[in-house]
């Protein structure tokens, strides 16, 4: 298997063997020696901002199961998931998961909606979240909850897992033959917009009415609001320009002001894109187009590369409507997953690593990095750290201290780990056999119309009887 050419994280027991490989690759990352335990320690500051104090220097990153019923509501399942996330210990639950603000823009038939019918069990996961919290740690009062909003545009599945409706800004070179999209198929017009800013505004009350602190107006991963960034020649109001490309949030946050005063709002945004990769030679991910490539936010026009001009001013434009929360993160699962969530092991739909791992995630750090030193007002969350695996505290401590973000996000980690930020403020040491090494299960599952989880370690999903289908499914798609 070709990605055996990356040492496993795993087998660099020491923080020597783990520099000396990163300096192997030339790749920089902060790193401290010690993790420093406790309330003294760097992780363990709390975070002043606009709204408050945030207790502590690590985020829970929204994550999705696709578990939902299929009117929206939350299950057994999702409850779950949200009662961990306030068991880790993190002070930051940046959105739980992404809720859909229409039907139609649905990621999965199962994938939460908020509105009047949904509203009890959306405000149930945010008091299951809390009440774990508040038991485990004793106070929610330095415990910051927001909910994310979301339309999930070309990547809409809201009838049948199967079959992807998809709902676009612009037609797209590669994406459209990959995704389903016919010919010169209908785009979504300035009206649907319109239309759309209206069901957000709605949700962001509901999410206020229920006790949310913040709702987060979702622009990564491909989903609608990221997409109409890179909507350079959409005609009308909302393409075009830069004003054009960021009307859905300067309306929506207007909106929200008008409408939901008091509620704060936070962006997680995609800093910077490539093209869509596809399995190359040996099923190891190729970019799909090469320069000159016009559809990536934060790209360099080569297809591969970043220029953070435009979402440098996407941050100006943050300040200027008053959001002062940002979740950086990059690309897209669907179609670039090795810039988005660096894996050793591909998901079913993906492609051997064309890279070492470790360099997507050294990619993500920098690129937030260098936002946040252009805008040190605005309190920013990093992304992509679970691949770093045992030295995740290490290089999340040595980011905090040197000001590379505010926080440290954790996706896939605290799905096979869910007090990992308890542990590690406590100094207590990791638990090895929790330590999420990047199976892709979580994403793979969903990618087959299997509700989404740790299948490997977490003791509850490893008793589910859909992980022997998982398996059998594993050995017919995943790439080798
Ligand atoms: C199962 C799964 C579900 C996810 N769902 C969401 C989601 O609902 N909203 C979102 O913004 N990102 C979602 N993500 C992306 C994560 O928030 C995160 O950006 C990604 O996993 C990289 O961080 P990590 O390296 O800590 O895993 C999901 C990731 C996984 C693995
Ligand atoms: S299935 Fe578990 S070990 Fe695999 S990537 Fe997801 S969280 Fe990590």
């Not at 399942?77 to 940046?94: E, I, P, Q, Y």
């Not at 800004?169 to 785009?187: I, T």
């Not at 008091?262 to 997680?268: E, H, K, P, T």
Request: proline share 8%; with cysteine; net charge negative.
């Amino acid at each position: 298997m070709p990605s055996q050419k990356y040492p496993r994280v795993a087998s660099l027991k020491t923080a020597d063997a783990f520099l000396a490989r990163l300096q192997e690759l030339g790749v920089s990352l902060p790193f401290d020696e010690e993790v420093t335990p406790g309330e003294a320690g760097t992780l363990a500051a709390p975070i002043e901002w606009s709204g408050g104090t945030i207790g502590n220097r690590f985020c829970i990153l929204p994550m999705e199961g696709w578990d939902g019923e299929t009117d929206g509501r939350p299950t057994e399942l999702t409850k779950r998931r949200w009662k961990n996330f306030g068991l880790s210990g993190a002070k930051l639950l940046w959105g739980g998961e992404a809720v859909a603000v229409q039907p139609e823009g649905r990621a999965n038939p199962n994938q939460l909606m908020i509105n009047e019918h949904t509203l009890a069990g959306i405000a149930e996961l945010r008091q299951i979240a809390l009440d774990a919290h508040q038991t485990q740690f004793g106070s929610t009062d330095d415990l910051l909850l927001g909910l994310q909003l979301t339309h999930s545009g070309r990547f809409a599945r809201p009838h049948d897992k199967k079959v992807i409706e998809p709902r676009i800004a612009y037609h797209h070179p590669v994406l459209d033959k990959r995704f389903n999209v016919q010919g010169d198929g209908p785009l979504l017009t300035d009206d649907d917009l319109d239309r759309l800013v209206d069901d957000f505004i709605a949700a962001a009350k509901l999410a206020q009415q229920v006790g949310f602190t913040f709702v987060d107006i979702k622009h990564c991963h491909g989903y609608l609001g990221h997409e109409l960034l890179s909507g350079y020649d959409r005609p009308g109001r909302y393409g075009g320009d830069f004003e054009g490309r960021t009307r859905l949030l300067r309306n929506v946050t207007a909106g929200i002001r008008a409408e939901a005063p008091g509620l704060a709002i936070g962006v997680r945004l995609s800093v910077f894109d490539f093209t869509p990769f596809e399995p190359g030679e040996a099923n190891i991910g190729a970019p799909s187009a090469s320069a000159p490539y016009g559809c990536a936010f934060g790209g360099d026009g080569t297809a591969v590369g970043i220029d953070l001009a435009e979402p440098k001013r996407f941050l100006e434009l943050l300040k200027h409507l008053g959001i002062d929360l940002l979740c950086s993160t990059a690309g897209s699962p669907y179609y670039n997953p090795h810039i988005q969530r660096p894996a050793y092991f591909p998901p079913s739909d993906g492609y051997l690593p064309p890279e070492d791992p470790l360099v997507g995630v050294a990619r993500q750090i920098a690129a937030t990095a260098e936002l946040k030193a252009a805008h040190p007002e605005i309190v920013v969350v990093g992304s992509g750290y679970s691949y770093l695996q045992d030295w995740l505290p290490n290089v999340g401590q040595a980011v905090v201290r040197q000001g590379m973000a505010d926080s440290i996000g954790l996706g896939r980690m605290v799905l096979s780990y869910p007090d990992l930020p308890a542990d590690v403020i406590a100094g207590q040491t990791m638990q090895r056999k929790k330590i999420c090494r990047t199976f892709s299960d979580c994403t793979t599952a969903p990618r087959n119309g299997i509700v989404s989880g740790c299948y490997p370690l977490d003791p509850f999903y490893k008793d589910m009887p859909e992980r022997e289908e998982l398996a059998r499914i594993k050995k017919e798609t995943v790439p080798t």
